[in-house]
Every structure is written in C-alpha cells, then in structure tokens.
C-alpha cells in the first residue's frame, strides 16, 4: 500500500495562490543556456484542457489521475480554494513524490509568476531557491525551486510554468527535503516531457514550408505516406 501521509502534507505544503492579478514588476530572471528536451521513454500523453500544451509522461514511474479520478477529488478537495485550475495530480510509483498541473485562462508574464509566488511563501515559512528562464522543447518556460518548512518536514518544489496569449499553466512537482536526492533526476525527467502545442506545430508549418508545401495538411499525408508517420510525432519523438 502507498504511503498517504505525505500526500497529506504535499496538500498542506500546496496550499498557496496560482491564479495571478498582481501588477507586473521588474523582476531579474536569469535565463539558461541549456536546451532541454522530452525524454525518449515519456510515451504517454497529456492534453491541456484549458491551455494548448504537452505532457509526456513515463507510465512506469508515474500515475496519472483526472477529474473522475478519487485520488484527484481528494486532493483537490484537501486544497480547498488554492486548488484552482487543477486538471491532473500525478503520483510517482514508490508513493513518495507527486505532482500537480493547474490551469488558467488569463495570460500572465513570467515576472507576475515569480512574483505572486515569492509574496505568498513570505507568509508562511517558505522561501523559493533557484529560478531561471530555459528553453525545454523549443519554447521558454519559467523554472522555480521552492521549498516549504512544515515543522516535521520540509517539502521541496520544482516546477515549470508556461505562459501564452490563451492563458497559463504549472506544473509542480514535490518531495521531501530527504527523498530530493532520491526522486530528483525523475521529477526532471518529467518536467522536460512539457511541450507547447503551438511551437510544435509552428514548427512543423515551417518544416513544410521549407521543404516546398504551401499546405501543411498535404505535407502531412505525404511526409505520413513516406515515412509511415505524422510529422507532428516525428517532432515529439526527435525532440
């Protein structure tokens, strides 16, 4: 049986705003050279619900929960009002780490991200530990570790934020302080399986272009016709 304990206390850790209406400011944000990318063995897929996004995730490591699931209702229902634009919580097999997807309709620079976040860890015992802007799957996604003291333990955070014009959208992933080390290098591997849908495709108008189609719906048959695939999964394959 998975331990339910510390689902309990990712909860209570959770249990800060998302939904942003400050006021941009000036915010520094370090960006990253490094390009990340999907992991070959994330092979099962994700849809946004309200915003045009990816997730490709490794179905050994994790379990995936919707809406009609109990394990979500749950969740969303310990959350409470902070649990707003939740569509899936993720659970990793051990039962030892998870990871929540929440989103919203409202377009919102990166900056009032990182702002609204800071302001609501200062009033607890939280405190965020690295951030930077990098590029994952061609598009630029904010990244943010934050770590939240509960007294017994401590609760550290990594997660990914992707805004567009249609809205936003994070996905959070935590474990404890003591398990980090453990889980780490699967919470990354997860993170980097997020991918914008409208990059991939812009991507794969601009192949066709290039390649001398001025339809990408017939590129698509002839390249699916060649190769026995849609270049759209091509590009999430190659990516």
């Not at 003591?178 to 399986?193: P, R, W």
């Not at 997020?194 to 017939?218: H, P, Q, R």
């Amino acid at each position: 049986m998975k331990p339910i304990i510390s689902f309990f206390f990712m909860a209570i850790s959770f249990g800060f705003l998302f939904s942003c209406t400050g006021v941009n400011t000036q915010v520094e944000i370090d960006k990253s050279g490094i390009q990340y990318s999907k992991p070959q063995a994330s092979t099962k897929l994700i849809k946004g619900e309200k915003v045009d996004y990816e997730l490709w995730v490794d179905k050994t490591k994790w379990e995936i929960y919707d809406s009609s699931d109990t394990v979500f209702i749950d969740f969303k229902n310990m959350l409470g009002s902070q649990g707003t634009g939740l569509s899936h919580v993720l659970r990793h097999n051990s039962g030892e780490s998870m990871a929540i997807i929440q989103e919203i309709r409202t377009s919102t620079d990166f900056e009032i991200l990182h702002k609204t976040l800071s302001e609501s860890l200062s009033t607890g015992k939280g405190s965020i530990v690295s951030e930077d802007i990098r590029r994952v799957n061609g598009s630029d996604i904010l990244y943010i570790k934050w770590m939240e003291d509960l007294g017994t333990s401590k609760i550290v955070w990594l997660s990914y934020y992707l805004s567009k014009k249609t809205g936003h959208m994070r996905l959070a992933c935590g474990t404890t302080e003591e398990l980090l080390t453990e889980y780490e290098s699967d919470i990354i591997d997860l993170l980097n399986g997020l991918v914008d849908s409208f990059e991939e495709a812009k991507e794969a108008e601009m192949i066709a272009e290039k390649s001398g189609f001025n339809s990408l719906t017939y590129f698509s048959k002839c390249f699916r016709d060649a190769f026995h695939i849609l270049p759209s999964k091509y590009i999430q394959q190659h990516a």
